[in-house]
């Protein structure tokens, strides 16, 4: 689906039937996609350069073919790679982690984790980790497309080149 005004970028999901990740860029913002230097399909991990910020979309399955300790080891060895390639750029990783946990991911990768309201039933789903504090205002809200859970919309504390406002939503 395509968006005026915005680029998608896709990493479609490999072994299995439909799914991936997608990120929506303002098309005003240069973009370019990194890519690990170990890089696995198995994950559906995809990160971009997005001005100065680097943006992480990741989808977790219910049931993926994987351990949640591979994934964390592989989210791991992605940001400290962006951290020693590029010191001092923010780092953004965002999407549905079903049941990974905050702790873990924080713990693995120094990210702060900035969801603290519901994003599907009672439970916190999709969640936004940051490098520091990058973000005056979260909203969840109701989703844009057919979807059950809500959408994440994050307000940056000063708009500029470098940080632009961040809107996430799982489909």
């Known amino acids: 689906m ?12 490999q072994r299995r039937r439909g799914g991936g990740v997608a990120l929506y ?7 370019s996609v ?7 399909r198995t994950y559906e991990l995809l990160w971009m350069r997005a001005g100065g910020p680097f943006v992480g979309a990741l989808y977790h399955p219910p049931r993926p073919l994987y351990t949640a300790d591979s994934l964390l080891d592989y989210i791991e060895a992605c940001v400290d790679e ?11 990783l965002a999407g549905d982690f ?5 702790e873990d991911v924080a713990e693995r990768t120094g990210l702060s984790q900035i969801v603290y309201q519901p994003t599907r039933g009672h439970s916190i789903l999709d969640r936004v980790f940051v490098s ?5 205002t979260i909203r969840v809200a109701t ?9 994440v919309v994050a307000y940056a504390v000063q708009p500029s080149t470098q ?3 961040f809107f996430y939503e799982s489909f």
């Open 25 to 31: 860029i303002r098309s005003t913002i240069p973009a």
């Open 132 to 136: 520091w504090p990058m973000y005056r």
């Open 98 to 102: 079903n049941q990974l946990s905050n």
């Open 34 to 40: 990194w890519t690990y230097s170990a890089d696995d």
């Open 143 to 151: 989703s844009t497309v057919r979807s059950d859970h809500k959408a």
């Open 163 to 165: 940080l632009q406002d």
């Open 82 to 92: 962006l951290n020693r390639q590029f010191p001092t750029a923010p780092i953004i």
């Open 2 to 13: 395509s968006i005026l005004g915005y680029s998608l970028n896709r990493r479609d999901r």
